[in-house]
């Protein structure tokens, strides 16, 4: 699978861009990946149809949106782009407006950047590699850090509940599953986007719980979501798409900030009752 660095190429960063609105910010990202030979202009138009039919659920921390559709044949190779806005703008997003920086991303399908979404969501977990990104001066600043490979797990700043609860809640978890392997679901609009940068934030305090052998994480789509759900112990997702999924029989947990370990943590918590 394709590393980070090779699908965010440096030409594809654009720092301190103008942009009136959400829909001029997303143009901005889906300009560098038709300049960068990801994908045609009819994606950067897909991409803004995106928000417009299922809501600003794009922005997924506290001021980064992350800009997708669904793979088309507007998509021509993988590929993402890197956008820090001048001034931040506004997608009405309740809790992680203004915007300030847009990540896009072109997807031929759902697993060939799955490694390029790790690298990302671990770096943006960390506190310090997420500021210092923000901060660069220059595209080659930013993409010398983005091609720094995979932070440290313990750098990803869960806080005190990072040794997870213990072998107790584990039991739990194995018990709850019916001593088999059991799911949860993230979700988004199209299942290729947000929902695995989540499942990618979710799969790393799994992984430091030493839960991992009990849960799989289930990347998808909302349409998808509805006919998986009776396979799942929770679905976790944006407060857009709980509204969009409503009532599907398994508990629906809202996560605000898809970068932060410590909000997973939290809401696995809430789910197992550890």
């Not at 009136?20 to 149809?49: F, K, N, P, S």
């Not at 019916?178 to 992984?207: M, P």
């Not at 799989?216 to 944006?238: F, H, P, Q, R, Y």
Request: hydrophobic share 45%.
């Amino acid at each position: 699978m394709a590393a980070l660095s090779e699908i965010l190429p440096v030409e594809a960063v654009l720092l301190d861009a103008p942009a009136a609105d959400w829909r001029e910010a997303v143009r901005r990202a889906g300009d560098l990946m038709v300049a960068t030979g990801a994908a045609t202009d009819t994606y950067t138009a897909e991409m803004i149809e995106n928000v417009r039919e299922n809501g600003p659920y794009i922005v997924i921390a506290p001021g980064l949106a992350f800009a997708h559709a669904r793979p088309s044949p507007a998509v021509l190779r993988t590929g993402m782009s890197w956008v820090r806005l001048a001034a931040p703008v506004e997608f009405g997003h309740e809790a992680n407006d203004p915007v300030e920086l847009v990540v896009g991303l072109a997807a031929r399908d759902a697993s060939e950047h799955t490694a390029a979404m790790g690298a990302l969501a671990r770096l943006l977990a960390d506190p310090d590699t997420a500021r210092t990104l923000r901060e660069a001066a220059t595209p080659q600043e930013v993409h010398a850090i983005l091609s720094g490979g995979p932070q440290e797990a313990g750098s990803q700043g869960a806080g005190p509940q990072d040794a997870g609860p213990g072998e107790a809640g584990s039991r739990k978890a194995a018990a709850r599953g019916g001593g088999d392997l059991h799911k949860i679901l993230t979700v988004c609009g199209n299942g290729v986007g947000t929902s695995l940068f989540l499942k990618q934030t979710v799969e790393g305090v799994l992984d430091r719980w030493g839960w991992s052998r009990y849960v799989t994480v289930e990347a998808t789509d909302t349409i998808s979501a509805k006919g998986k759900a009776n396979e799942a112990v929770a679905i976790l997702t944006s407060r857009e798409i709980a509204r969009t999924l409503g009532d599907v029989g398994v508990p629906v947990k809202v996560v605000e900030d898809f970068t932060s370990a410590a909000e997973a943590d939290r809401v696995l918590r809430d789910t197992y009752d550890v």
